[in-house]
């Protein structure tokens, strides 16, 4: 075997006549101090560079062969001199030098119902497709063309990017045009309430901030006065009041309680791609109340790869319900959880602004109230019709 | 380095040489040689500055280094240390 310096760097192959002369060659070396390699069947390997130090020794000694020189150098140089070697160099010349010339892909940036596909199709008459050559291809014009060419696109802009061209888009979007309020209309008062803030956009506002208002009664009026002009209106706007209110909640004493036994596992199969298989499964008709989970359960490799293997799982879990009485600590804690609850639903996107809460115990368990005061939207549009025209 | 006096080397007093199990045999490697006075697939004979040392064996190969020392690779079946220059 060649030692592997020896192919890296190139050696030559020496045979001499007679086991002797051998064993000769080899003491001198060892003298001489060059490195050689001397194989069972006799031959001497010497590495290139050593060659020219024993040109001498070798003229001296009876020599069978002395081989060209071998190894990675020689086979390349030889490499380079074959025809097939120059073709190939100037094959990838001309292919580093002619590629980037080229678009090699079009690819799509933004747009949600404008694919690949159909982007590549509105390019192709503009004279943008893969192969084309960049140097016909002018960005520019290409854009203004693709957006006049295609109203469903708002935007174009074609980077380029190495050989590669990047077409981002936007597309148009469909908005609703405005509403248009037709007759006549005022704002009136949703509920009992204090007017904290508002703001007209059309019509003439009757109530200022701090006034008393009844439900019913006219915030913004759709009658214009004379010095405004005089007529009727669409009235708009936003008003908001401190709107007070009361809640209650009611919690008995006693609750039901669900408690889980142990699972039991009913079926299990394996899904390996889209074909499932069945392991087993229990049929059974159960008299209590149960609770059936299914898990399934992904097969990973260890390094986090998932295999297209799933295993489906499913658990019966029984349950049995108990009745509890709640200690008065418990009472008044889950009631106030739920006044919480409640008041958050009542109040929604208002603001609350005071909320004051009493409570006591029932023969049937406790029982809370919360007086409130939210700031919220109190106006409603009203519309209305003068002399039979809305 | 070695700790202890009685730690000797396996190769007799005078002789330098090392030895490890490779593919094809053992690759024996032989310090302080001054001469290679035989050689061939089934025996090599080098000299050395205490005496000789002969190789015997099959399928013997032999590499010579630049610091005087050689390497023989094969199926060696036996060493031969030989005190003086005879």
Not at chain 2, 45 to 69: C, D, P, Q, W, Y
Request: glycine share 10%; hydrophobic share 40%.
């Amino acid at each position: 075997m060649v030692r592997l310096d020896f192919w890296l760097f190139g050696y030559r192959k020496i045979t001499l006549e007679g086991e002797s002369a051998t064993a000769d060659f080899a003491a001198k070396m060892l003298r001489l101090g060059i490195v050689c390699a001397v194989g069972e069947t006799g031959e001497i390997l010497v590495r290139e560079r050593d060659y020219s130090r024993i040109s001498d020794i070798i003229s001296g000694q009876n020599c069978a062969f002395v081989s060209e020189s071998e190894g990675l150098p020689a086979r390349f140089r030889a490499a380079l001199r074959s025809p097939v070697s120059l073709v190939a160099a100037a094959l990838s010349l001309a292919l580093i030098i002619g590629a980037p010339s080229l678009v090699w892909d079009v690819r799509l940036v933004g747009g949600e119902s404008i694919t690949e596909e159909t982007l590549e199709g509105y390019l192709e008459p503009l004279g943008l497709s893969v192969g084309s050559l960049w140097s016909r291809v002018d960005t520019a014009k290409t854009e203004t063309a693709l957006l006049a060419a295609h109203p469903e696109l708002a935007w174009v802009n074609i980077n380029r990017r190495g050989s590669v061209a990047y077409v981002e888009i936007r597309e148009t979007e469909d908005v609703p045009p405005p509403t248009v309020n037709e007759g006549y209309a005022n704002v009136v008062a949703a509920e009992d309430c204090i007017i904290s803030e508002i703001s007209v956009a059309s019509g003439h506002a009757l109530v200022s901030v701090g006034e008393v208002v009844r439900r019913g009664d006219v915030l913004i009026s759709g009658v214009l006065p004379p010095e405004s002009g005089g007529g009727f209106c669409y009235a708009s706007g936003s008003v908001k009041g401190v709107v007070d209110g009361e809640t209650s909640v009611d919690v008995s004493r006693t609750v039901t309680e669900k408690e889980y036994g142990d699972g039991s596992a009913t079926a299990l199969s394996v899904k390996i791609f889209n074909f499932s298989i069945n392991i087993f499964k229990i049929y059974r008709n159960s008299d209590s109340e149960c609770v059936i989970i299914g898990n399934n359960e992904k097969i990973r490799l260890p390094n986090g790869r998932e295999l297209p293997i799933t295993l489906m799982r499913e658990y019966e879990v029984p349950v049995t319900e108990t009745e509890r009485c709640l200690s008065d600590g418990e009472l008044t804690r889950l009631a106030g959880e739920r006044m919480l609850e409640t008041l958050r639903f009542r109040v929604g996107e208002g603001e609350l602004c005071r909320a004051s809460s009493s409570g006591g115990f029932t023969e049937d368990g406790y029982s809370m109230k919360t007086k409130f005061a939210v700031i919220e939207e109190v106006g409603v549009t009203v519309p209305f019709k003068v002399d039979g025209k809305p | 380095m070695l700790k202890n006096k009685n730690e000797e080397s396996s190769a007799p007093k005078g002789f330098y040489l090392s030895c490890e199990r490779v593919a094809g045999g053992v690759a024996l490697i032989v310090g302080g040689i001054m001469s290679i006075t035989d050689f061939s697939d089934s025996q090599v004979m080098l000299a050395g500055h205490t005496g000789r040392i002969g190789v015997a064996g099959s399928r013997l190969s032999m590499t010579v280094f630049e610091n005087k020392s050689v390497e023989i690779v094969g199926r060696v079946e036996e060493i031969k240390f030989i005190y003086g220059k005879a």
